[in-house]
C-alpha cells in the first residue's frame, strides 16, 4: 500500500505481514496514546508519508487495544493540539478503526507534506521538534535541514531574492550577449529584445528592484545564469556544477571529458548548459545536428528529453545547499543529481501536470531560449522519448539524508512483453460476401465461431506448453552440466596480516545500525566476490620501500607521512600517491592491491565484529612518552581500530563533491562524537589523521614477505 491510499480492512491486515519501514511503524500503545507516536507524525509528514498502526508489536504481533474508542478520540484531541503538533493533515478517513482475530487496531494514514506546510514539528520550537523517517527510524532534523524546509514554502521564489552589493559589473557580458541572440532566433520579433542589457535583465527577473527596503540589484537568478566563476564563488559559496564523462572501460581512466569550473570558463549556468547539452547528444545514434547558433536541426523526442532532463535538473536545484550539479555521462546510461528534495511527492511527479519549481525565475529564462517546460510536462517529454527507443523507464531518487534527488536515464533496451491476443471473428454487410450471414443463420454461426475461437486458444496454450517444457528440459541440462563440470571453488589461500571476507549478504547488525544505516543506507551490504583486507593500515615500514623509489621532488612533496614510527601508520599520503602504492605493491607481491570501497569496509566491519567502543576513540588513545595522542601501532586493538584510528582513503570519488570518500574516524575524535553522522566523508586533500589499508581478491600467484 502506497503512503498515499486510502486505508481499509486487506491493506492494514496485508501490513502485518511487512517489516517496518521508512513507511510502516507499529506502536504497541498498551499505555495510552505513546509519545513516540509524534515523533513519527512529524517524520513521517516531512519525508514521504506512510502508516502507522496502534495495537501491534515491532515484530508484528497484534496486541490490539482494550478502548479503542477512548484511544482514537485522545488522538483527534492531540493532533488539533497546536502546543502539541503544529499541523493536522489529516482527514477524517485517515483513521481507521479494524479487527484482527477479535482485536482492534487503530491504522493512521499519514500523507506527506506539500513543501508549502513543511516543516510539520512536536511542540513549539521547529529547530528542535522537526523529524524525517530514514528506514524504521525517526531522526531529529539539523538545523540548516528546517531551515531549508522553510526556504522552500516562502515566497517569491528563492531565486529572486537581490544579492546586495551586486552589479552588472559581475556579471561575464559575453553569456549575456550569447543568450540574447539564443532568445532572438527562438523569438525573433519578441518585444524585449530591443531592451538595453540591465533592461533585458530586468524583464527575465535577473534583475530587480524590492518594494520595500531592498534596495534594487542582481537577483540570485541573475548571477547563477551570467555570472563569472569568482563572482558566483563569493555570491553563492555553495554554488558549484560538474559534468563527468565515463565512457572508458579501462579502470584507471576516471572520466574521459569533465567539465567544472577550473578558470577556463565563465562557470555560470548558461554556459554550462551550452557545453553539457552538446556532449549529452553528440554519440546518439539518432537524426541530429546543430546550426551556427547551437539551435537543432531535426530534434527527435530523445534530444528534447534530454534537454527537458537537463534543465529540469538546474532549475529544482536548491543552490544554498552543499553537494552542487553532477551530471554523469555512462556508455548505457545518463545521471543527473542536483542539491534539493522533491517540492511534490513521487507521485504527483510520476503523473505529470504538476509544475511547482524551485527557482522560477530561472525557468522563465530557460524557457525563453526554447528549454524547459512551465506546464509540468516536462518529466512527459522525459518519458515520452525514452519509450520512442524502447529503452528501460527513466527512474528518479529523493535521498533526503544527503538533501538531494537523482535521475537515471538508461540506454538500454527494457523488457518488451509480446501479446498475442485472438483475433477478431469476420463479420460482414454485404450479401454478396460468402461469409455474409442472415439473422437467421447467426445462432448456428455464433455457435460455429465459439468452437473455432476455443480450438484456437487451446491450440496456442498447447504450443506455449510445449515452448514452456521446452526451456524448462534447456534449463535443466544447463544446472546439471554446471554441477558435474565446475569443481567446488575452495577458499583462496590466506595472504599474511590480512583478513578474508568471502561473499555473502551482511546484515547490519544493531551495534553498528547507528553508524551504517543513517549514513549510508545501505542494508544489507551485498558482497559478490570475496576479498582480503589489511589487519592494520599501511605502515611506515611498509611505505619505505615504495618511498625510496620516488624521485626527488615527490619524496620533498612529502612531510609528516612517518612521524609516528616504523610500526605506526602511514598518514598525511594524497589520494593519488596511496593510488600509486597499491599498483606498486601489486607488482611487486602479483596479489592485485588496491583502494577498498564503502561496501567493503562496511562488510569487514560487520564480519570481524568490530565494536566501536573498544576502537582507538578519545578516552582510549594511547599517547607517547610525552603524553600526546598518537594512533596505534600493528595488533594494539586488534580488528577494532578498522573503525577508529585515522581515517582511511577510499577508491571512490566523491559523489556531490571534489575529493574522495573516506571512512571511519580517527584518534582525535571526540569521543562524545561517536554517533554522529561523520563516519562517512569527503576529502580532497591529506592530513595527519589520514591514512589508508588496501584489499586484494582472491590471489592467483601471489607471493608475499
Same mark, same amino acid.
Given at each position: 500500500?502506497?503512503?498515499?491510499? =486510502?486505508?481499509?480492512?486487506?491493506?492494514?491486515?496485508?501490513?502485518?505481514?511487512?517489516?517496518?519501514?521508512?513507511?510502516?511503524?507499529?506502536?504497541?500503545?498498551?499505555? /495510552?496514546?505513546?509519545?513516540?507516536?509524534?515523533?513519527?507524525?512529524?517524520?513521517?509528514?516531512?519525508?514521504?508519508?506512510?502508516?502507522?498502526?496502534?495495537?501491534?508489536?515491532?515484530?508484528?504481533?497484534?496486541?490490539g487495544?482494550?478502548?479503542?474508542?477512548?484511544?482514537?478520540?485522545?488522538?483527534?484531541?492531540?493532533?488539533?493540539?497546536?502546543?502539541?503538533?503544529?499541523?493536522?493533515?489529516?482527514?477524517?478517513?485517515?483513521?481507521?478503526?479494524?479487527?484482527?482475530q477479535?482485536?482492534?487496531?487503530?491504522?493512521?494514514?499519514?500523507?506527506?507534506?506539500?513543501?508549502?506546510?513543511?516543516?510539520v514539528?512536536?511542540?513549539?520550537?521547529?529547530?528542535?521538534?522537526?523529524?524525517?523517517?530514514?528506514?524504521?527510524?525517526?531522526?531529529?532534523?539539523?538545523?540548516?535541514?528546517?531551515?531549508?524546509?522553510?526556504?522552500?514554502?516562502?515566497?517569491?521564489?528563492?531565486?529572486?531574492?537581490?544579492?546586495?552589493?551586486?552589479?552588472?559589473?559581475?556579471?561575464?557580458?559575453?553569456?549575456?550577449?550569447?543568450?540574447?541572440?539564443?532568445?532572438?532566433?527562438?523569438?525573433?520579433?519578441?518585444?524585449? !529584445?530591443?531592451?538595453?542589457?540591465?533592461? !533585458?535583465?530586468?524583464?527575465?527577473?535577473?534583475?530587480?528592484?524590492?518594494?520595500?527596503?531592498?534596495?534594487?540589484?542582481?537577483?540570485i537568478?541573475?548571477?547563477?545564469?551570467?555570472?563569472?566563476e569568482?563572482?558566483?564563488?563569493?555570491?553563492?559559496? @555553495?554554488?558549484h556544477?560538474?559534468?563527468?564523462?565515463?565512457?572508458?572501460e579501462?579502470?584507471?581512466?576516471?572520466?574521459?571529458?569533465?567539465?567544472?569550473?577550473?578558470?577556463?570558463?565563465?562557470?555560470?549556468?548558461?554556459?554550462?548548459?551550452?557545453?553539457?547539452?552538446?556532449?549529452?547528444?553528440?554519440?546518439?545514434?539518432?537524426?541530429?545536428?546543430?546550426?551556427?547558433?547551437?539551435?537543432?536541426?531535426?530534434?527527435?523526442?530523445?534530444?528534447?528529453?534530454?534537454?527537458?532532463?537537463?534543465?529540469?535538473?538546474?532549475?529544482?536545484?536548491?543552490?544554498?545547499?552543499?553537494?552542487?550539479?553532477?551530471?554523469?555521462?555512462?556508455?548505457?546510461?545518463?545521471?543527473?543529481?542536483?542539491?534539493?528534495?522533491?517540492?511534490?511527492?513521487?507521485?504527483?511527479?510520476?503523473?505529470?501536470?504538476?509544475?511547482?519549481?524551485?527557482?522560477?525565475?530561472?525557468?522563465?529564462?530557460?524557457?525563453?531560449?526554447?528549454?524547459?517546460?512551465?506546464?509540468?510536462?516536462?518529466?512527459?517529454?522525459?518519458?515520452?522519448?525514452?519509450?520512442?527507443?524502447?529503452?528501460?523507464?527513466?527512474?528518479?531518487?529523493?535521498?533526503?539524508?544527503?538533501?538531494?534527488?537523482?535521475?537515471?536515464?538508461?540506454?538500454?533496451? /527494457?523488457?518488451?512483453?509480446?501479446?498475442?491476443?485472438?483475433?477478431p471473428?469476420?463479420?460482414? =454487410?454485404?450479401?454478396?460476401?460468402?461469409?455474409?450471414? =442472415?439473422?437467421?443463420?447467426?445462432?448456428?454461426?455464433?455457435?460455429?465461431?465459439?468452437?473455432?475461437?476455443?480450438?484456437?486458444?487451446?491450440?496456442?496454450s498447447?504450443k506455449?506448453?510445449?515452448?514452456?517444457?521446452?526451456?524448462?528440459?534447456?534449463?535443466?541440462?544447463?544446472?546439471?552440466?554446471?554441477?558435474?563440470?565446475i569443481?567446488?571453488?575452495?577458499?583462496p589461500?590466506?595472504?599474511?596480516?590480512?583478513?578474508?571476507?568471502?561473499?555473502?549478504?551482511?546484515?547490519?547488525?544493531?551495534?553498528?545500525?547507528?553508524?551504517?544505516?543513517?549514513?549510508?543506507?545501505?542494508?544489507?551490504?551485498?558482497?559478490?566476490?570475496?576479498?582480503?583486507?589489511? @589487519?592494520s593500515?599501511?605502515?611506515?615500514?611498509?611505505?619505505?620501500?615504495?618511498?625510496?623509489?620516488?624521485?626527488?621532488?615527490?619524496?620533498?612533496?612529502?612531510?609528516?607521512?612517518?612521524?609516528?614510527?616504523?610500526?605506526?601508520?602511514?598518514?598525511?599520503?594524497?589520494?593519488?600517491?596511496?593510488t600509486?602504492?597499491?599498483?606498486? !605493491?601489486?607488482?611487486?607481491?602479483?596479489?592485485?592491491?588496491?583502494?577498498?570501497?564503502?561496501?567493503?569496509?562496511?562488510?569487514?566491519?560487520?564480519?570481524?565484529?568490530?565494536?566501536?567502543?573498544?576502537?582507538?576513540?578519545?578516552?582510549?588513545?594511547?599517547?607517547?612518552?610525552?603524553?600526546? @595522542?598518537?594512533?596505534?601501532?600493528? /595488533?594494539?586493538?586488534?580488528?577494532?581500530?578498522?573503525?577508529?584510528?585515522?581515517?582511511?582513503?577510499?577508491?571512490?570519488p566523491?559523489p556531490?563533491?571534489?575529493?574522495?570518500?573516506?571512512?571511519? @574516524?580517527?584518534?582525535?575524535?571526540?569521543?562524545? =562524537?561517536?554517533?554522529?553522522?561523520?563516519?562517512?566523508?569527503?576529502?580532497?586533500?591529506?592530513?595527519?589523521?589520514l591514512?589508508?589499508?588496501?584489499?586484494?581478491?582472491?590471489?592467483?600467484?601471489?607471493?608475499?614477505?
Amino acid at each position: 500500500m502506497t503512503p498515499t491510499s =486510502s486505508l481499509d480492512h486487506d491493506d492494514i491486515i496485508a501490513l502485518l505481514d511487512q517489516p517496518e519501514s521508512d513507511t510502516l511503524e507499529f506502536k504497541s500503545a498498551k499505555g /495510552g496514546l505513546p509519545q513516540s507516536l509524534w515523533e513519527t507524525y512529524s517524520a513521517m509528514a516531512n519525508t514521504k508519508g506512510g502508516t502507522i498502526l496502534l495495537g501491534v508489536t515491532d515484530t508484528g504481533e497484534v496486541h490490539g487495544i482494550r478502548d479503542v474508542a477512548q484511544l482514537e478520540k485522545d488522538f483527534w484531541n492531540t493532533i488539533n493540539n497546536r502546543t502539541k503538533v503544529n499541523a493536522n493533515l489529516l482527514e477524517g478517513d485517515d483513521v481507521v478503526v479494524t479487527n484482527h482475530q477479535d482485536k482492534a487496531i487503530l491504522a493512521i494514514h499519514i500523507p506527506r507534506a506539500e513543501h508549502h506546510q513543511r516543516p510539520v514539528f512536536v511542540g513549539q520550537n521547529p529547530l528542535t521538534g522537526t523529524y524525517q523517517r530514514r528506514f524504521e527510524g525517526d531522526y531529529r532534523c539539523t538545523e540548516q535541514e528546517v531551515r531549508n524546509m522553510y526556504a522552500d514554502r516562502t515566497e517569491p521564489p528563492a531565486d529572486s531574492r537581490i544579492l546586495p552589493h551586486f552589479t552588472l559589473a559581475d556579471l561575464d557580458l559575453d553569456s549575456l550577449h550569447q543568450y540574447r541572440n539564443r532568445f532572438s532566433s527562438h523569438k525573433p520579433n519578441h518585444a524585449w !529584445l530591443s531592451e538595453d542589457d540591465q533592461t !533585458l535583465l530586468a524583464r527575465l527577473g535577473g534583475w530587480r528592484k524590492g518594494r520595500a527596503n531592498e534596495g534594487e540589484g542582481l537577483t540570485i537568478a541573475g548571477l547563477l545564469m551570467f555570472g563569472r566563476e569568482d563572482t558566483l564563488r563569493e555570491g553563492l559559496h @555553495k554554488y558549484h556544477v560538474d559534468y563527468r564523462e565515463k565512457l572508458s572501460e579501462d579502470p584507471d581512466v576516471r572520466w574521459t571529458d569533465r567539465i567544472t569550473p577550473d578558470g577556463t570558463w565563465p562557470g555560470n549556468l548558461y554556459q554550462f548548459y551550452i557545453r553539457v547539452i552538446q556532449r549529452l547528444s553528440k554519440d546518439l545514434s539518432l537524426p541530429f545536428e546543430l546550426d551556427d547558433e547551437l539551435f537543432r536541426k531535426g530534434e527527435t523526442v530523445v534530444h528534447e528529453a534530454i534537454r527537458e532532463a537537463l534543465v529540469n535538473t538546474l532549475i529544482h536545484a536548491d543552490y544554498q545547499t552543499d553537494g552542487g550539479i553532477i551530471v554523469e555521462k555512462y556508455p548505457d546510461r545518463i545521471e543527473l543529481s542536483n542539491p534539493g528534495c522533491l517540492l511534490v511527492s513521487r507521485e504527483q511527479l510520476s503523473q505529470g501536470g504538476v509544475s511547482k519549481c524551485r527557482n522560477k525565475t530561472l525557468q522563465t529564462m530557460f524557457m525563453m531560449i526554447g528549454a524547459g517546460e512551465k506546464a509540468g510536462s516536462g518529466i512527459d517529454k522525459i518519458h515520452r522519448g525514452w519509450a520512442s527507443q524502447n529503452w528501460k523507464e527513466p527512474d528518479f531518487d529523493e535521498n533526503r539524508e544527503l538533501d538531494r534527488v537523482k535521475w537515471t536515464l538508461p540506454m538500454v533496451k /527494457g523488457i518488451q512483453e509480446e501479446s498475442h491476443a485472438t483475433p477478431p471473428r469476420k463479420t460482414a =454487410s454485404d450479401k454478396n460476401d460468402p461469409t455474409h450471414f =442472415s439473422e437467421q443463420d447467426s445462432s448456428a454461426n455464433d455457435s460455429t465461431s465459439l468452437i473455432a475461437e476455443r480450438w484456437y486458444k487451446l491450440e496456442w496454450s498447447r504450443k506455449l506448453l510445449r515452448y514452456l517444457s521446452f526451456a524448462v528440459l534447456v534449463l535443466l541440462i544447463i544446472i546439471i552440466v554446471e554441477i558435474i563440470m565446475i569443481p567446488e571453488q575452495a577458499e583462496p589461500e590466506p595472504i599474511p596480516n590480512t583478513y578474508y571476507i568471502p561473499p555473502d549478504r551482511y546484515r547490519i547488525p544493531e551495534y553498528l545500525s547507528p553508524y551504517l544505516v543513517a549514513e549510508k543506507l545501505v542494508a544489507p551490504v551485498a558482497i559478490e566476490t570475496g576479498f582480503h583486507i589489511q @589487519k592494520s593500515e599501511v605502515t611506515v615500514r611498509d611505505f619505505r620501500p615504495f618511498f625510496d623509489t620516488l624521485s626527488r621532488a615527490r619524496q620533498n612533496a612529502l612531510y609528516g607521512w612517518d612521524e609516528w614510527g616504523k610500526e605506526g601508520p602511514v598518514a598525511n599520503i594524497p589520494w593519488q600517491l596511496a593510488t600509486d602504492y597499491a599498483k606498486w !605493491l601489486s607488482e611487486e607481491t602479483g596479489f592485485g592491491w588496491r583502494l577498498p570501497d564503502e561496501k567493503e569496509w562496511m562488510a569487514a566491519l560487520i564480519k570481524l565484529d568490530v565494536d566501536p567502543d573498544k576502537a582507538i576513540l578519545g578516552y582510549n588513545t594511547p599517547t607517547d612518552n610525552k603524553g600526546n @595522542k598518537r594512533p596505534e601501532r600493528i /595488533g594494539e586493538s586488534g580488528s577494532n581500530h578498522l573503525f577508529a584510528n585515522l581515517r582511511e582513503w577510499s577508491q571512490e570519488p566523491c559523489p556531490y563533491s571534489e575529493g574522495y570518500l573516506i571512512h571511519g @574516524k580517527s584518534y582525535l575524535s571526540d569521543p562524545e =562524537s561517536k554517533w554522529d553522522n561523520n563516519v562517512f566523508s569527503c576529502q580532497s586533500s591529506p592530513d595527519h589523521s589520514l591514512g589508508f589499508r588496501l584489499v586484494s581478491e582472491a590471489p592467483k600467484n601471489g607471493t608475499m614477505d
